[in-house]
């Protein structure tokens, strides 16, 4: 089993920037990919940002060349650094992490902002 637990979310102007980060604890070893979604209130969940186990990563394209996904060498610790927020932004984010068919998620954080 995997626990995941989000911080970083918060409120921030129109292009302003903020850092996300998900710890991850228990079977920690056995993740083979973790990601991002988001959800805006009223819309579907979406898919951000993936980074595999060998550090590949991926992005939305509303993200890309904006959003940054990075895990610390340990690999218990996933990070979003977010760059140029926009109103559309702005949403509940939530990290995933992938074992072996199984996913596990975050409670999420709140990311605000504000133009």
């Known amino acids: 089993q995997v626990q995941l637990v989000e911080s970083g979310g918060g409120l921030v102007q129109a292009g302003g920037s903020l850092r996300l980060s998900c710890v991850a604890s228990?079977?920690?070893?056995?993740?083979?990919?973790m990601g991002w979604y988001r959800q805006a209130p009223g819309k579907q969940r979406e898919w951000v940002a993936g980074?595999?186990?060998?550090?590949?990563?991926a992005y939305a394209g509303s993200v890309k060349g904006r959003f940054i996904i990075s895990r610390d060498n340990a690999g218990n610790t996933m990070y979003l650094q977010m760059s140029s927020l926009k109103d559309e932004d702005a949403a509940v984010y939530y990290c995933?992490?992938?074992?072996?068919?199984?996913?596990?998620w975050g409670q999420g954080t709140q990311v605000t902002v504000s133009s």
């Open positions: 980074i595999t186990r060998s550090g590949r990563t």
């Open positions: 228990g079977s920690i070893f056995s993740i083979n990919a």
């Open positions: 995933k992490a992938s074992v072996y068919g199984e996913d596990y």
